[in-house]
């Protein structure tokens, strides 16, 4: 089955979109050539409408009551883009909005995006160790999202300007999640004590370690508050541990697999407490990502494994500790009083050098928090009007692989830049700015080496661009991006001498996006409503890869991207 619908246009004219049924799926094609597939039952079981959802957002459809053979009895594009889907027997009717289904994309490049990787670090970020002011982020929710952004990425934050009394890391840490009850109370003082059952209430060096790893679930995130640093020593040493673990995977796959495979007792044990679980070194998900490290030589059990495993398993661990200990994976900082420092403890692994108890004091407080309590606060703070979670969400794809090469010798950023300042010098609407800024943010998004075109696989930056950005912003700003890869395809038919002008990478990347267009697609293309605006990003896109060109910073546009954030 097939269906089309001609929806009018800001001009009066007709853009195209279809939808087709194929081996269980609708497919979504668009006049750029861009698809979309979902399968019947993921479609029916999604149904958005009030019968098929709660008002709180629970479903209340239930699987087992859809037919396993179901199948549209009637599939359209309605005017404003969305998917309209008509259920036998009974004739539901299902509608999924064109953006909502962007979003969801199941394209394996759309799936990579929405699980960003984590900007990866080591002894080189001392120089912009991730802060927030205490009084900031209780004033703004943007200053409060910037900093919950920066320890999602970063895996760590210092938080100055925390009062310095007894119980203020519970106040922070109820405000940002949920302080959990361990067996340690809502809070805990590390110092030196007598008598300790906890090396961390000693003076001792402590190697670098996930806090808790005996407990099920392990404590997600862990604040530490200083009260008093007084004492020669006492430095904090941090050590990025899904970096380690990723140098590790790079350098031996053997090795990481066997850490990653096969689990670890951990135990601690004192006259109110008995706790011990079992797992992984390394823990991944179903699709390779490093989702937790788990190292603590002090809390290890013995190794529980087939004989013949324990020598190998040994051989990984000790590359994997070498990575740790390594001077250059190693952040050292001395936190001052009224200083917070909140880490993720499955991934940040944290430690401390010896302290002098004769020649002052060292006294911090500590909590744990659930790791989903800070991830729920930073989206809701995301909703608020002034949407800061995108703000903070663009600025965090920029810090992460902006400066990674966009392959003509400047890097994502300088392109990025070049072409939003050209836009500017030519006096155009902010939403072309802003469109001529993220254009390639598509390339920022997916998990794919930049140099994959090479290999003759096109990313489609374009669509996943588009998908993001019209989350955010009105389709004055994500459809010329999405139509910026189609404005090549259109000058190279309608301009004899277009192709010739093209650089090399950008003659290599069209023959992967289908090269020169048809005219009947050249037809479609000039019916598309934003087709001018594409253009002009088309030009601009060309245009910004120039070495060294002076451009504003990413501050300046700020701004002209806040004030066309959906509302």
């Not at 479903?59 to 199948?71: E, F």
Request: net charge negative; charged share 25%; proline share 6%.
């Amino acid at each position: 089955m097939r269906a089309t619908l001609t929806a009018p246009t800001k001009e009066g004219t007709a853009a195209v979109a279809t939808v087709a049924i194929d081996r269980r799926r609708v497919v979504i094609g668009r006049p750029d050539g861009t698809v979309a597939a979902f399968s019947f039952v993921w479609l029916r079981h999604n149904c958005p409408c009030a019968a098929c959802r709660h008002p709180s957002g629970q479903r209340l459809v239930d699987l087992l009551d859809i037919p396993d053979d179901i199948a549209p009895g009637s599939a359209c594009i309605a005017g404003d883009g969305a998917l309209e889907i008509a259920w036998p027997p009974d004739g539901h009717v299902s509608r999924y909005d064109a953006a909502w289904l962007a979003a969801r994309s199941l394209d394996p490049a759309a799936r990579a995006a929405r699980r960003p990787r984590p900007l990866l670090w080591g002894a080189e970020l001392a120089t912009r160790i991730p802060r927030a002011d205490w009084a900031a982020m209780c004033a703004a929710p943007e200053a409060e999202v910037r900093a919950l952004q920066a320890l999602v990425d970063y895996g760590f934050l210092i938080i100055s300007g925390v009062p310095a009394t007894s119980g203020m890391v519970v106040e922070v840490g109820d405000r940002i999640g949920h302080v959990r009850v361990t067996n340690y109370g809502r809070y805990f003082d590390v110092r030196s004590v007598p008598n300790p059952t906890n090396l961390a209430f000693t003076a001792a060096a402590l190697g670098v370690h996930t806090d808790n790893p005996y407990r099920d679930p392990t404590p997600g995130l862990q604040l530490l508050h200083c009260l008093e640093a007084d004492a020669p020593g006492g430095d904090t040493i941090l050590v990025d541990g899904f970096k380690a673990a990723e140098d590790l995977r790079d350098q031996d796959p053997t090795a990481f697999s066997l850490l990653a495979w096969l689990p670890l007792d951990f135990r601690f044990a004192d006259g109110e407490a008995d706790l011990a679980t079992r797992v992984p070194v390394i823990s991944t998900d179903n699709e390779g990502r490093i989702t937790a490290v788990h190292f603590n030589n002090r809390s290890m059990g013995a190794l529980d494994a087939p004989e013949e495993m324990v020598e190998p398993w040994y051989a990984a661990y000790r590359k994997f500790a070498a990575l740790l200990r390594r001077p250059e994976a190693e952040l050292t900082l001395r936190l001052a009083p009224g200083d917070l420092m909140v880490m993720n403890n499955i991934r940040t692994l944290h430690g401390r050098t010896e302290f002098d108890i004769n020649a002052g004091r060292r006294h911090l407080q500590g909590c744990y928090v659930d790791l989903d309590g800070i991830e729920s606060r930073l989206k809701v703070l995301s909703r608020g009007a002034s949407r800061p979670g995108a703000i903070a969400e663009i600025e965090r794809m920029f810090a992460r692989r902006g400066a990674e090469s966009y392959g003509e010798g400047v890097s994502q950023l300088e392109h990025a830049l070049q072409a939003a300042a050209l836009a500017e010098q030519e006096d155009k609407p902010a939403a072309q700015i802003v469109a001529a800024l993220l254009h390639d943010i598509g390339h920022l998004l997916h998990d794919l080496p930049e140099d994959i075109a090479d290999e003759g696989v096109d990313t489609r930056h374009e669509s996943l661009a588009s998908a993001w950005l019209s989350q955010h912003f009105g389709p004055e700003v994500s459809e010329p991006v999405r139509l910026h890869v189609a404005a090549k395809r259109y000058l190279c038919h309608a301009d004899s001498g277009y192709f010739d002008r093209l650089s090399e990478a950008s003659k290599l990347s069209l023959r992967l996006q289908g090269g020169s267009m048809t005219a009947d697609e050249a037809a479609g293309f000039a019916r598309e409503p934003f087709r001018a605006e594409a253009i002009d990003v088309r030009r601009w896109d060309d245009e910004a890869k120039i070495v060294g060109a002076a451009t504003p910073g990413l501050d300046h546009f700020r701004p002209l991207v806040e004030s066309l954030l959906r509302r």
